[in-house]
C-alpha cells in the first residue's frame, strides 16, 4: 500500500524524519534561505496528505482549496493567525500548533529582549564596535532599571506566565491583563489582574504576548501610546499585526514612550529601510522568540508526532480547531 505523503514546507534535519520513514513519504522544500514558493506549495498541496508548515506559509482558502486528499496541517509555530482554521474545519482537515514546547525559550527572548531594550545592549555593543569608546563617563550609556518596576503583560498565556516567573526573580510587580481572569495564576506568580488602561497608564514596561485576532489587531495604537508613561519601555514578542506600527513610531520619535523592543513586524521580513530601523531607542529582531536549537527540535518533534497521530486516525496531540 502507498505511503501517506507528507510536504515540509521547509528544510529541516532529516535524522528528526528517521523514526517515521516507514510511515510516510516525506517530500521536502530545500532551498535554505528561502520559503516555499506560492505556486510549489499550490502544487505540492494537491497530492499529500499531510502538511509540516511554518508562521509565513499562508494555508488559506484557496491554498486548501487545492488539496484532494489533505488531513493534517501541523503548523511549526504556537500562533496560527496564518491558517484559516475554520475553513480547514469545515474540509475535515486538523490543524495543530505547538504549544508548551516554547514557552520557556521564547519568554526568555521576550526577557533578554526587555533587558537588551531597557539596558540600551545594541547601542553599547555598537559603539564599542565603532571604536568610539574612549573614556569612561558617569552617564555613558546609561539606561533603564528593570529590577523593582512595574511589568505589565498583555495576554496570560502559557509565555505570560512563563515572563511573570521571570519577572518575580527580578522583583517586579507584575501586572496583567487577559480575555479572561486566571485566578489560579494571580496567586501562583503574585500578578494582579488590570484592565488595560490601567495596565498602560501603571507600566514601566509593556509586554505583548497575545495572538493575533481580529480583537487584538491594532491593540497597540496611537491612544496605547498616549496612555503609557513617557519612560515605557514597550516589548512586542507575540505578533506585528497587533502594534500600529506608525503610532509607535511616532510615539517613540516624539518621546511619547521611552523605547520599544521588537521580535515581530507587520511585515516579515521588515524592509532594511523600515521607518523603526532608524531610530535609536529601538532593538528589532528577526522573529526569533523559540529559536534555540533544543526547542526549535521540539517544535518539529511535536509536529511529526501530530502528523503521526492524526494518519493513524487517532486524536491529534495539540489541536486548534
Ligand atoms: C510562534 O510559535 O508563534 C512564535 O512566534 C515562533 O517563534
Known amino acids: 500500500m502507498k ?5 515540509i514546507t521547509r528544510k529541516i534535519p532529516t535524522k528528526l524524519l528517521e523514526p517515521y520513514s516507514d510511515l510516510f513519504d516525506f517530500k521536502m ?9 506560492r505556486e510549489v506549495l499550490e502544487d505540492e498541496v494537491k497530492q499529500v496528505d499531510g502538511l509540516l508548515c511554518v508562521l509565513s506559509d499562508q ?3 484557496s491554498l486548501l482549496n487545492q488539496s484532494n486528499q489533505l ?10 493567525d496564518n491558517i484559516d482554521i475554520d475553513y480547514a474545519k469545515k474540509m475535515g482537515v486538523v490543524v495543530t500548533n505547538t504549544p508548551d514546547v516554547l514557552s520557556e525559550s521564547t519568554a526568555d527572548l521576550g526577557f533578554a529582549l526587555m533587558m537588551a531594550t531597557a539596558r540600551r545592549l545594541n547601542e553599547a555593543a555598537q559603539y564599542i564596535k565603532n571604536g568610539q569608546w574612549k573614556n569612561w563617563a558617569p552617564f555613558l550609556l546609561a539606561g533603564t532599571d ?14 505570560g506566565e512563563a515572563i511573570a516567573r521571570r519577572a518575580k526573580g527580578f522583583g517586579m510587580n507584575v501586572l496583567y491583563h487577559n480575555r479572561n481572569r486566571k485566578r489560579e495564576a494571580e496567586v501562583k506568580l503574585q500578578a494582579s489582574y488590570v484592565q488595560m488602561e490601567e495596565l498602560l497608564s501603571q507600566s514601566d514596561f509593556v ?12 491593540l497597540f495604537n496611537k491612544e496605547a501610546f498616549e496612555k503609557m508613561k513617557e519612560s515605557a519601555v514597550f516589548v512586542n514578542i507575540s505578533r506585528g499585526a497587533v502594534v ?11 518621546g511619547e514612550i521611552k523605547a520599544a523592543g521588537l521580535d515581530v513586524f507587520e511585515q516579515e521580513p521588515i524592509k532594511s529601510d523600515h521607518p523603526l530601523l532608524e531610530l535609536e531607542n529601538v532593538v528589532c529582531l528577526p522573529h526569533i522568540g523559540s ?4 526547542t526549535r527540535t521540539e517544535m518539529i518533534e511535536l509536529c511529526l508526532k501530530n502528523i503521526a497521530t492524526v494518519l493513524e486516525e487517532k486524536a491529534p496531540l495539540t489541536p486548534v480547531n
Open 29 to 37: 522544500w530545500k532551498k535554505e534561505d528561502e520559503p516555499v514558493p
Open 71 to 80: 488531513k493534517i496541517v501541523a503548523n511549526m509555530a504556537v500562533g496560527f
Open 3 to 7: 505511503k501517506p505523503t507528507i510536504f
Open 207 to 218: 509586554i505583548s504576548v497575545v495572538p493575533f485576532t481580529k480583537e487584538t489587531n491594532k
Open 244 to 254: 500600529d506600527e506608525n503610532a509607535l513610531y511616532y510615539a517613540l520619535k516624539s
Open 59 to 61: 494555508v488559506d482558502q
Open 291 to 294: 529559536a534555540t536549537v533544543q
Open 146 to 159: 528593570i529590577h523593582h518596576k512595574t511589568l505589565g503583560i498583555v495576554g496570560m498565556g502559557r509565555i
